[in-house]
Nanobody, 128 residues
Framework: QVQLVESGGGSVQAGGSLRLSCAASGQLYSMLCWGWFRQAPGKEREGVAGIYTRGGSRYVADSVKGRFFIAQDKAKNTMYLNMTSLKPEDSAMYYC?????????????????????RGQGTQVTVSS
């Protein structure tokens, strides 16, 4: 069993930066991959960035590529989302979760998002 706790959200002006953290307690490697997704009112849920818990390739959505960067510190069981050049359309609740990812038998990033391994979310608000 893994519990995930996000932190680091807040309110910033457009062009600003934030760093989100996701601390995992429990067996990190019980998750093949974890990542960040966001949900804004009236919008579809969007997988933003993902990473293999044992390291390796990463996924970043086209909508944030070049602005958002995902990283992890396995010694601290913590994943980060460094967000730069923030835009108002980045405003959303951000969640970390265990997520589907490409593996030996196939698979796609963020299909599925494991709702049993998901944090409570942290709000990001970007003003213009």
């Amino acid at each position: 069993q893994v519990q995930l706790v996000e932190s680091g959200g807040g309110s910033v002006q457009a062009g600003g930066s934030l760093r989100l953290s996701c601390a995992a307690s429990g067996q990190l490697y019980s998750m093949l991959c974890w990542g960040w997704f966001r949900q804004a009112p009236g919008k579809e849920r969007e997988g933003v960035a993902g990473i293999y818990t044992r390291g390796g390739s990463r996924y970043v959505a086209d909508s944030v590529k070049g602005r958002f960067f995902i990283a992890q510190d396995k010694a601290k069981n913590t994943m980060y989302l460094n967000m730069t050049s923030l835009k108002p359309e980045d405003s959303a609740m951000y969640y970390c979760a265990a997520v589907g990812c490409p593996g030996p038998s196939g698979g796609t990033w963020f299909e599925p998002i494991d709702q049993d391994y998901r944090g409570q979310g942290t709000q990001v608000t970007v003003s213009s």
